[in-house]
């Protein structure tokens, strides 16, 4: 029987009881339970945000100074309890220990970097053509916000959407992903023992098709902050402007990394291993398309399957695990079919399977394929799985053609030595964050995060970009004469 249990938490008060109860088993071995989570039925999401609306004029009125106490009391206790979630979070989505260790200090990174955002100066002061008259901008909170999230990251895309909300004054109704809601309840029990005031942070757990919906289309939100597929996000986006509401989405991707003759082909291969397969595969900003130049297309597929010998496949917990397994049912069925499709084309490299038992958990073994046409599947729809395609080609432009042939616009990457050939890259690809001799994923939580095309609403996260969303600018004049 489990002794962890997910529920969700309204104006500091855990929900009594709820409609169904379902087990949450561990990806690594599914036979293994490791808690419960008691859903909450559509009217949570209206409950929810009533509560928060209570919450929402003292939250306010303490001032951004206050509320950055608030967040570095969030960080400390995440801190403090950093081994736990980690291990929580790797039994519950499959994430190795090692990655989700690395994921947490993130969060704590996060809370830290608000936090420190609450005592800069806001705004500006702007001459006005009256004398005597005072003009300037002030930042202003939405209200109450609604905060989607998905499982691949349970701890870093909910503290860096709940950070920024709550730093600029708004209270929160969160609704975590049904994969990742044991950790998500772990992070609301550390924020109320952190001595958030009840009522500032709402979760609410339920399926997304439920209480998610009810979120996104009735309950009576100033703000909405979305992660996930780009099916939903768009159902989503659809219904935020139906209302008027300020809202945000954050989609999928279909990121390239670009491999030119003249590339440090080790870089380039631990790039791109690390950048395809960490997590395994599941990040938007994974690298699922590999082009290659000609001229280096031998030596860079050689060193790629020595690189593979030495990727780890195995149980999330185990401290040596580089790819661990799937986080669900649903995720391995969708990437096992398209598994099924790579293994007609020409398999590069294969992670090796020797001493992993495969039938115990969701695991599918990291793989690389090539002679693939660009208009594949396994080439344009985003798996969300440890699998990447290898597409030839013969010149730079034609490099950069095929990395913008995709409905994404996330992350790309190019690996060369020449400086004016990767210039011209960050130039031409089409993707919010583009980098030279970088991977794809790994994005740092100063700087803004987000898409172009498909991938995002336009709007970005992180930084202090999230201000922005998560505030109104607000122009003000007063007039001091005669
Ligand atoms: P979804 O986009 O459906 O889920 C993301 C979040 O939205 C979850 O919290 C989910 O809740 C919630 N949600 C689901 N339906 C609705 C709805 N109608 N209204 C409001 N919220 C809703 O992704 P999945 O988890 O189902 O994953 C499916 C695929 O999506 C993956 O295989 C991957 O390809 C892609 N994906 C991409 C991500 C990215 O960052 N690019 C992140 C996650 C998924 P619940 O979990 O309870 O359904």
Redesign the pocket.
């Known amino acids: 029987m489990a002794d962890v249990e997910s529920r969700s938490w309204i104006g500091g008060e855990w929900a009594a009881q709820a409609g169904e109860i379902v087990e949450v088993h561990d990806p690594s071995e599914v036979s293994r339970e490791v808690g419960l989570l008691h859903l909450s039925e559509a009217a949570a999401a209206s409950e929810a945000v009533e509560a928060a609306r209570y919450a929402s004029a003292a939250w306010d009125r303490q001032g951004s100074p206050a509320r950055a106490e608030a967040l570095s009391a969030m960080a400390a206790a995440l801190e403090r309890d950093r081994e736990a979630v980690a291990a929580l979070a790797s039994q519950e989505m499959g994430k190795p220990i090692t990655e989700m260790r690395g994921e947490v200090a993130r969060g704590v990174q996060i809370l830290r970097f608000y936090a420190a955002e609450g005592v800069r100066a806001v705004g500006e002061v702007i001459p006005h053509s009256q004398t005597q008259v005072l003009q300037y901008t002030t930042r202003r909170p939405l209200g109450v916000v609604g905060i ?5 990251f349970p701890v870093a895309i909910p503290l860096w959407k709940i950070a920024p909300a709550l730093l600029c004054g708004n209270t929160v109704v969160w ?5 990742a809601s044991l950790t998500a309840a772990r992070l609301a029990q550390l924020a109320a023992a952190s001595g958030l005031p009840a009522g500032v942070l709402n979760l609410v757990v ?4 439920e209480v ?2 009810a ?2 289309e009735a309950a009576p939100l100033d703000g909405l902050s ?4 780009t ?3 768009m ?2 986006a659809a219904a935020a402007a139906a209302r008027n509401i300020k809202y945000q989405v ?4 279909k990121n390239a990394a670009v491999v030119l003759n003249d590339a440090d082909v080790d870089l380039a291969v631990s790039a791109v291993v690390s950048g395809a397969f960490r997590s395994a595969g599941q ?2 900003t994974a690298t699922s398309r590999i082009i290659v130049q000609d001229g280096v297309y031998g030596a860079f597929c050689d060193r790629l399957r020595q690189a593979m010998r030495a990727v780890r496949l195995g149980p999330a917990l185990h401290p040596d695990t580089y790819v661990g397994p799937l986080a669900s049912e ?2 391995f069925e ?1 990437v096992s079919r398209y598994a099924h499709q790579a293994a007609r084309a020409t398999v590069v490299a294969q992670a090796p399977v020797e001493g992993v038992d495969l039938g115990a958990g969701y695991f599918v073994p990291p793989t690389v394929v090539t002679d693939v046409a660009p208009g594949d599947p396994l080439v344009q729809e ?3 799985g440890p699998l990447a395609a290898i597409l030839r080609c013969a010149s730079f432009d034609e490099a950069v053609a095929l990395c913008n042939q995709t409905v994404y616009g996330l992350s790309a990457a190019v690996f060369t030595r020449d400086l004016s050939q990767g210039l011209k890259f960050l130039d031409a690809a089409d993707a919010g964050m583009v980098r030279v001799n970088q991977e794809t994923a790994g994005v740092e939580y100063a700087a803004p995060f987000g898409g172009l095309k498909q991938s995002g609403s336009h709007s970005r996260e992180q930084g202090t970009a999230a201000l922005d969303f998560y505030s109104h600018t607000k122009t003000c004049a007063v007039y001091y004469g005669p």
Do not use: D, H
Not at 148 to 152: A, S
Not at 250 to 253: D, I, N, S, T
């Open positions: 989607i999230t998905p499982w691949n609704k975590p992903a049904e994969s339920g399926r997304g098709s998610g919906q979120l996104v979305f992660t996930g597929s099916a939903t996000g159902r989503v954050e989609m999928g991707g990040k938007c649903a995720q969708k985003e798996i969300f």
